[in-house]
Structure formats: C-alpha cells, structure tokens
C-alpha cells in the first residue's frame, strides 16, 4: 500500500495536523503517514534575501523516499521563495513525487492582521491539495472555486474552495 | 486564445531561473521551453513558433539586446520581455526603445508576473487578431460586384491596378449607374491607405452651408444646432481616402474651400481657429461635363487640374453588352440568396431580351430589373414574363440606325407584346389606329 507522506519541517506545530490528513485523504483517496523526515534548513538559506529556497528544501525532502510513499508533502514555517520571484506559497513538482507548503504568508500575523489560526488553517489545507495536484499533473484550473486555481496572493486562496472541480477529479481518474 | 495556444520560451543563463519561470509557467499550462544562451534560442526560434520570449539582458556571449534583434529579423510579432538585475534597468530602457514589450526586475512579486504575462498574451491575441482581420481585407480587396470580361471593363481594371499602387488624386468619369463608387473603392482597397477608411460624401446631395459642415466639422456653438463638436469627414478619412461623389455640382465657395484643402492639407472646423493637418487621398467622381462647366465659369479650372491628375472613364452598359449576362447572372445569384427563392437563372429568351435593351440608367438600372423580377418570379429562371411592365426592350438601338429603323422595331415590339392587338397598341404607341395601319403596312410587320 502507498501513501502520501506529510512531512513538518520547521518543527512548529501545526495543530491541524489531523485535519489536514481527512482533507488530503479526502481530496485524492490516497492513505496518509505523518512523519518526520531530515531537511537541513539552513542550506536553504539565502542570507541576501532572509528566506528559504523552496527547491532545495524539495529536493532534500525527495531525495530518500520511503519505499511506500507514494507522494510527499512538506509543511513549513518558513518564508519560501524561488529565485525569480519575490515569494511563494508552496511549490511542487508536477507529475512528481515532492511538494512543500509555506504557513508563513498564511498567517494573518504576517499581513499586520490579529492572528486568526483558524483561517491559516484553512489556507493551509487548501494550499496542501493545490500543491499536491500538481504532483498529479493538474495543472492551474480557471474554475473559480477550484482548490487549484492559481492563487498569487492570501486573499486568492481565500476565494477558493478546498476541493478539486470536477474536471480536475476526472483528469487524475484518467491518467 | 486558451494557454496551450502560447510558446513561451525562457532564455537564461542561470538554471535556477530557467527552471523557475519553467515551471511557473507550466502549471499554468503554456507551451514552455527553456536555453541557456542565444545560439540555442536561435535555434530553437527557427525550428518552433514562439509567441513570447523572456530573456535574460546579460548572458555571455551574445548579450540579451543583440538577441532580441536577432529574434526580430526572425519574427517581429514575437513578443520579448527582458529579464534584468536591478543594475542594469537602463540597458532594459534601451530594449523597450528596440521593441521589448516589457521587463522584469528579479525577484518579481508572483502578481506581477501573472499580469505581465496576461497583457503579452493579450498583445499577442491582438495582433494575430489584427493580422487575420487585414488578410480578410485583402481578400475583398476587388469588390465582387465588379462583374465583366469585356475589354472595356478590363482596360479599367488595368487603371485602377496602376493608379491603386501611387497616392495620385483620381477622377472617375461615367454616367449614371455605372458603378464610379465600386471604382473609387477598388482603387482604395488596393492602395496602402486600405487598413484605413474610405469617407464617401455625396457632394449633390447636402446644401453648402451643410457641406462644408459635414467635410469640416464644426466646434460646438458654431451655428444654431451644433451642440456639441463633430469630425467632418475629411478628418475621419485620415491616413485614409475621401471620395467626392458627384464634385460637379458643388457651388463656388466650396470649390475654393476644397481647393485650399487640397493644396494645404489643413482646414479648420466651422467656428473653430485651430488648423487640423490631414493626410488623405481625394478620389472624385461626376456624370457631368466638367470641362464644358470650365469653360462656361461655373467649375474652377484650378481645382479641375487638381483633381482630374488621373482619370478613369467608365463605359457605359451598353457599350459592354457581353457582360450583361454575367451581371444580369450575378444579381440573380445574389437576390436569391437574400430574397431566399429558388431562381437560379435566367431563360434564352429574357437574356435576348435583356442584350437588346439600351440600358440607360447602366448597371444600377439593370439590378433593379433583375431585383423585380425575382420579386415575382415562380420558376426556377426568369421568364420574360417576370419582367415588370415599365421595362420592356427596346429596338436595337444603336447611334448608328436610322429613325425608320427604330420606329419599325420599336411598333414591333410594342405589336409583340399586345398579341397584334393593334387598338391595344396604337393606345401605347399614342398614335391613332388608322396610323399605326398605316406605318404597319409601310414596314411590312404582322399584326
């Protein structure tokens, strides 16, 4: 039997952990494990832009996979970013095994906003289905309430619902 | 245009980048390639279409500026996006002066990104839109209602072939119905002012206060009832062609007027002081005798030498009699389409009827007989029956028969088309029986 592994990072704890497992379970009826995997975040680390880089953390997270794991989702606290672009929420490798997921601009705290966990949970459940969609080859989705629709900023995500459209849920049956 | 439509190829030398943008843009499910320095661009550029590019400004060897020039002698269309570091946004000044649609600055924000690249798809669609749009044009480039393979019709296709090439002001002669605004068409449509309007006016029709109103415009408060500012058509034909439709009936003071415009190529509003500079083709048009007008007074010879630089004489329909067919053919083709009928031609005799005809209002003339009778027309061709009463063929007239000739074809046809019923006649002929006797027994016709 294969899983999809959800991996915490940064060590912060999460408290939605068994929530985010119903939703990720739900959305692609595939088995969860929550495990604790070695990620070295300081070699992620770029001193000039004070954030981590997202591929590299990817790339550690899927470099000794588990001989069941059939994807893998890390969840961090971190300010991820790719080189191109200022910041990112998640990244993933489409039609992979590896994906990983920022909280950090998931908090309200961040936006000079009260703290509101219940939100960041929210959007962090909603950004774990849309990275792992990827790593089952869905691509952005134009369908408004469609969990991969793209998001750029929080209120983006905030727009959209947690489950994938029904043109999504066809594309991964087909393939 | 859906995501998958678009090309967009990455041209950086850092892998980091390439890979970054390369998935950024796959997952929102655009074609997507990546290079690492221009030669392979290059490359990759004549083996695909690509419809955006994004390129680094420093890479080695052949630094992003020189690509992009290269990349438009392959394809002008394609649209380029320059990647820089903030150190050298002027070099990416100078890459929007030699075309770039836009650059970017590392690191930009997600948002930014997605709204550059929505407005290049969007530039993009435009101008294949655009592109469609005038390869259309081209295709009715001749009007089809310019139908013939006389020699006539021929020798003025040649002309407007020649004259559509040069900006040369045109005069179209002919008479009535001979089609002179199918003509100044063609000529504009084959011109390189065809991407922009073709203004007509017809000059006979307006009052010359409401000429020079329409052909200048006027400012708001400039007469009673100008309520508010109007283009006059000469600004509206800007970059385009103006044609003057019946010139020889306008009066002195406009003739001035244009004359000024012609040579100037500025006017002002009615009522306004600013001059507006305008840059046109004038194509004029008259049925009348313009150089019998010079010489009585009454058409400035100044502004006849101006527009009569080339002129294109259209024959009269009866001076291409081997083309009524194929017109008469044509009209019917389309009012059947349009009236939705079943008439799909015309019968030997009707043709013959139709050849015999003098055809004095020309082809104008022609259509609407033929539009007539497929108002009426049951069969699946034109019957002589189905043409309506006030045309009926005349004699073979022609400038060459004699009066005797004309009066006998002309009692003959009239004879025909009552049956030999000759009280009938004689009423249509407004002659008296015994007269009508009398001319049917000197031309030996049957009753």
Redesign the interface.
């Known amino acids: 039997m294969f899983y999809i592994y959800i991996v915490p990072i940064s060590g912060q704890g999460l408290g939605c952990i068994e929530e985010l497992q119903r939703c990720v379970e739900h959305a692609f009826g595939v088995k969860t494990k929550c495990r604790a995997f070695n990620v070295n975040l300081p070699d992620t680390f770029d001193p000039h832009r004070k954030q981590y880089n997202s591929s590299l953390i990817l790339r550690q997270l899927i470099a000794a996979p588990p001989a069941d794991a059939y994807k893998i989702l890390g969840i961090t606290g971190m300010d991820l970013f790719i080189p191109i672009l200022t910041y990112v929420f998640g990244e993933a490798q489409l039609d992979g095994i590896g994906a990983v997921v920022s909280l950090h601009r998931l908090n309200n705290q961040f936006y000079g906003l009260p703290e509101n966990p219940g939100l960041m949970h929210d959007r962090l459940l909603k950004e774990a289905v849309h990275e792992l969609g990827h790593t089952f080859g869905l691509l952005h989705c134009f369908h408004p309430g469609c969990v991969l629709n793209a998001s750029t900023y929080v209120e983006d995500i905030d727009q959209k619902s947690r489950e994938l459209c029904f043109t999504c849920r066809e594309t991964i049956r087909l393939k | 245009m859906k995501p998958a439509d678009i090309g967009i190829l990455i041209v950086d030398d850092?892998a980091?980048?390439r890979?970054?943008?390369y998935?950024?843009f796959?997952?929102?499910?655009y074609r997507v390639d990546t290079a690492e320095e221009a030669t392979s661009a290059l490359k990759k550029l004549q083996e695909d279409s690509w419809e955006i590019v994004l390129l680094d400004i420093k890479m080695p060897g052949m630094d992003g500026l020189e690509l992009q020039r290269q990349i438009k002698k392959i394809d002008k269309d394609i649209i380029t996006i320059i990647?820089t570091a903030f150190a050298s946004v002027d070099t990416s000044i100078q890459a929007l002066k030699e075309g770039a649609f836009d650059y970017?600055v590392?690191?930009?924000?997600?948002?930014d990104?997605?709204h550059l690249i929505r407005n290049a798809v969007e530039q993009r669609r435009l101008l294949t839109e655009n592109m469609q749009l005038r390869q259309q044009i081209e295709e009715i480039s001749y009007p089809e209602e310019i139908v013939g393979e006389s020699p006539a019709l021929k020798k003025v296709m040649d002309k407007v072939a020649t004259v559509a090439q040069t900006d040369s002001t045109v005069m179209i002669r002919g008479e009535s119905g001979t089609g002179k605004e199918l003509i100044a068409r063609a000529i504009h449509s084959n011109s390189n002012r065809r991407y922009f309007p073709i203004i007509t006016i017809n000059c006979g029709s307006y009052a010359e206060g409401l000429l020079e109103s329409e052909l200048f415009g006027h400012e708001k408060g400039a007469f009673t009832g100008a309520l508010y500012r109007r283009r006059g058509k000469l600004e509206m034909a800007d970059k385009g062609t103006i044609f003057l439709d019946e010139i020889g009936n306008i009066g002195e003071k406009m003739q001035m007027d244009l004359l000024r415009v012609i040579e100037t190529r500025q006017f002002t509003r009615l009522g306004g002081d600013k001059l507006i500079s305008v840059d046109f083709r004038i194509i004029s048009a008259t049925n009348k005798d313009l150089e019998k007008a010079v010489r009585e007074g009454s058409f400035r010879e100044d502004l006849y030498y101006r527009l009569n630089v080339f002129s294109i004489t259209l024959p009269q329909l009866r001076e291409r009699k081997s083309d009524i067919a194929l017109i008469a053919r044509f009209f019917v083709n389309k009012y059947s389409q349009s009236m939705n009928k079943t008439v799909t031609d015309l019968s030997p005799e009707t043709l013959d009827m139709l050849m015999r005809y003098h055809w004095p209002g020309n082809i104008r003339e022609l259509r609407n007989v033929i539009e007539r009778a497929m108002v009426g027309a049951r069969g699946p061709r034109i019957e002589v029956s189905d043409l309506a009463f006030p045309f009926h063929p005349s004699s073979k007239l022609s400038s060459e028969e004699t009066l005797e000739a004309v009066e006998k074809n002309h009692i003959k046809d009239i004879l025909d088309r009552t049956g030999g019923n000759v009280a009938q006649a004689a009423g249509i002929l407004k002659i008296s029986r015994l007269t009508l006797y009398n001319k049917i027994g000197k031309y030996r016709l049957k009753k």
């Open positions: 850092e980091s980048v890979d970054a943008l998935k950024w796959k997952f929102d499910g990647i970017i590392k690191p930009i924000d997600p948002d990104m997605s």
